[in-house]
């Protein structure tokens, strides 16, 4: 086109090129030499140095943590659990804490007695604990914690455990009997995931104006869409704890980015990092890869058992045995977690190596089920979240259901829509998902998780025998002969049944920098960073 | 002027108040809603019953809407329902990033634009001409979340220089603010770049195709004298008017360049929202985009104007 034109002015001239070229390049210069540096800024070394001894030899003081997460903080979610209860444990403080055998250790709760009767417990509170504000903390905080989680505003899953208690007496400032409407076996549960909140600024707690808690840090600044500041609270309950000066939440919602910044060092923690991009990590230098296998999530298929021909009970248990789960495991958990036909993770006393393999991949088992039920070929919907790793489980189902004559057809879903239809129980035939609760008592899952709740849930899966277990083993004590008859038969109904087929357990996966020591989640994920220090 | 912009200024207000109708209806007929979102996952539909009606979502839609533009009015946009805090404060946090992003990216689309568009049409080097054409056409044709993560690998992971994402504010650190937006940036201003640049160089082509040029390039004006004095003027109000219209591109797809480089905008602030119903939050962003977009739209009209008699006298 240029070609035509009568005059062709001249280009820039090579001289002014390079003049153009040289002053360019003497502003990026400025940026990325003359003045500081945002990688070293982001890279500086942690702790002070020559506090300790050897570094990474024992714990030493200072420094700032950078997490990396891939979703918001929402305060309106505070009192339930979500996708993003990592800052709980750092402002807050629970009751007591789970030990990797379910066992409950001291936290602000220092020690307990249940009645002979399962009726009431008395728990003895730590004294000489202050919420950041400088405020005492006594059992009228605890009162108004499980009041507060009785409240459906707050949408807590173990509402139905604070509910169970119905009195309280206090005995003093650090001496307070819980009275319960009937015994129940998951009291702990509730200890570990009730935050104590400071009663007087609970409202501006769930807005994200100020959160005021026992914990080892308090939060200085929520930027939403940015990320959450925590310096440390100098007076902490526990001696000479927390080791760090600060730690910084940074949000990174996009997979490819969340691992850039691990692998460039501007963050050294995450538990965000999808299963796919785990190989990248592991082949890190700097980077360690570890997986808290008490499983916080399920991966499931759903059914609605009020839809032919899923109201067959033959159909829905050859859709179970017609599953790779070690292929999903593989491919959409990155091989982190555990293959698996029932909710239970190993660590859960309802766990059994039979109920685990209870369905393996039998495509010719499942093509035997369904001739015998009278079906060659199926067409059915399957309701997915159109998220990458929710999207990668739903296509591994439709592809392992197509060998054995079941036809699925995707129905990818936004998550707000995916949720209304789980609690509105309109759902179309089949579904994938995750649920959570299996990793502390049975139970729990069976109370809270509303996928397997015996009233109401999404299967539409109603049956007296299930209600009366349910029951029996929210109410029978905790261990002993009886409560292992009870969860086996919650176990034995659910792969029975298979209303609700698991397919995988999920392991949370750590993702950290080498020189940071002393992480631990508690069963909820909150993280708890009371022992955390970076060293080496 | 003053008596164009006045006449300009109704349709403007118009546009409005439809958009704010559209606005809220298109999310009302969005399935799911903030009160299950609310609720949680393992919630029973009476938890989720009990704040649809603290939220007020059991109103009637008029009543809703009328609450929705009377606090607008009033200067109160009211709390998040799902996020927390106010929406105000929300919006607020987020608009500095968004802004500092976006004139980011203007500056780049300008002066990569022009450097694009005056070389495509006035270079007598074949190889330089070939060279931008591939440039501008690599540049439309890679997404932008691809062309993000190239420039995250060779800037962050391979060479180490630049961070891979996040934001220190221009007004907080200038030296450490202009990295963390340097790659973002670019990648948002990259597509826009190549469209302003080939606009401009077939703009400026028509422009020295002209017979006033051939006259003054017969009477010895100099031929850098002739592009910039002559040819460029003339050939930019065309050129203005697009580049108004590639600042909403950019608005519009800061959304993914902020995700990215987890860059703390609006467009993140938007997409949260939206995945939560959260409908106050998502209803002023919308909303005040639109504005954005008048607003964006009038002035470029008044700057055509300027620049084009022939447009005000209309």
Known sequence: ?536 | MSGYLLRRLPSALLVLLLASFLVFAVLRLVPGDPAAVLAGPDASAATEAAIRAHLGLDDPLPAQYARWIGGLLTGDLGPSYAIGGQTADLIGDGIGATVELTLGALLFVVVLGAAFGIVGATSRNRWLRGAVRILTTGALAVPPFVTGVLLVLLFAVLLGVLPPGGRVPLLTAPDLGVQYLLLPALCLALPSAAVLGRYLEDSIGRALAEDYVRTATAAGIAPRRLLWRHALPNALPPVVTLLGMQTGHLLGGAVLVEAIFAWPGLGQLAEQALVRRDYPVVQDLLLLLVTVFVLVQLLTDLVHARLDPRIRWE
């Not at chain 1, 369905?359 to 919907?381: Q, V």
Request: proline share 6%; aromatic share 8%; hydrophobic share 40%.
């Open chain 1, 1 to 536: 086109m240029t070609e035509s034109y009568p005059t062709t002015p001249s280009a820039p001239s090579r001289r002014s090129t390079l003049r153009a070229a040289g002053g360019g390049a003497l502003l990026l210069g400025l940026g990325l030499t003359g003045c500081r540096s945002a990688v070293s800024e982001a890279e500086a070394p942690a702790g002070k140095a020559g506090e300790a001894g050897k570094a990474g030899a024992e714990p030493r003081r200072g420094g700032t943590l950078t997490v990396a997460v891939n979703t918001d903080f929402t305060p309106s979610l505070l009192f339930a659990q979500s996708g993003q209860s990592l800052q709980h444990r750092l402002i807050y403080n629970t009751l007591t804490r789970y030990d990797d055998r379910l066992t409950p250790q001291p936290e602000l709760a220092t020690s307990w007695e249940y009645a002979k009767d399962g009726r009431s417990i008395t728990l003895a509170l730590r004294s000489g604990v202050t919420f950041h504000d400088g405020r005492p903390f006594t059992a009228d905080d605890v009162i108004f914690a499980v009041k507060n989680l009785q409240n459906p505003l707050r949408a807590a899953q173990l509402r139905a455990t604070a509910a169970a208690v119905t009195g309280f007496e206090k005995r003093g400032d650090h001496e307070l009997v819980l009275k319960l409407a009937h015994p129940v076996n998951n009291l702990f549960d509730l200890f570990e995931f009730m935050i104590i909140t400071d009663p007087n600024s609970v409202e501006d707690a769930v807005t994200g104006k100020r959160l005021n808690g026992t914990g080892p840090f308090k939060l200085t600044k929520w930027s939403p869409g940015s990320g959450l500041s925590f310096t440390r609270n100098e007076t902490y309950w526990q001696p000479d704890r927390p080791y760090l000066d600060g730690v910084e939440f940074r949000i990174v919602p996009q997979a490819d980015a969340l691992l850039s910044s691990l692998r460039t060092g501007q963050s050294q923690l995450s538990f965000s990092v999808p299963g796919k991009n785990l190989t990248v990590v592991a082949s890190a230098p700097d980077l360690a890869i570890s997986e808290y296998s008490t499983g916080g999530g399920a991966l499931y298929l759903g059914v609605n058992t009020t839809v032919a021909p899923l109201n067959d009970k033959t159909v829905r248990q050859a859709l179970a045995w017609g599953i790779d789960r070690e292929r999903i495991l593989q491919q959409v958990l990155g091989g982190y977690g555990l293959a698996s036909a029932t909710p239970w993770p190993k660590s859960s006393p309802a766990f059994t190596e039979a109920g685990r393999t209870h369905y393996t991949h039998n495509p010719g088992k499942a093509r035997e089920l369904l001739r015998s039920a009278g079906h060659t070929r199926l067409d059915l919907p399957l309701l997915h979240i159109n998220l990458p790793g929710e999207t990668a489980l739903a296509e591994a189902v439709q592809y392992d259901l197509r060998q054995i004559g079941v036809h699925v057809t995707l129905q990818p879903t936004d998550p707000a829509t995916a949720q209304k239809n789980l609690i509105s129980q309109t759902m179309p035939g089949l579904w994938t998902m995750s649920h959570s609760f299996a990793q502390v008592q049975p139970s729990t899952l069976a109370v809270s998780a509303y996928p397997f709740n015996e009233a109401k849930n999404t299967s539409k899966y109603r049956s007296a025998a299930y209600t009366k277990v349910v029951r029996e083993a929210w109410t029978a004590p905790a261990d002993g002969a009886r409560a292992n008859t009870l969860r086996q038969q919650i176990t034995d109904t659910l792969l029975d049944e298979a209303f609700i087929i698991d397919l995988a357990i999920r392991g949370a996966v750590q993702v950290s920098a080498k020189k940071l020591h002393g992480v631990t989640l508690n069963k909820f994920s909150y993280l708890n960073l009371d022992d955390a220090y970076l060293a080496g």
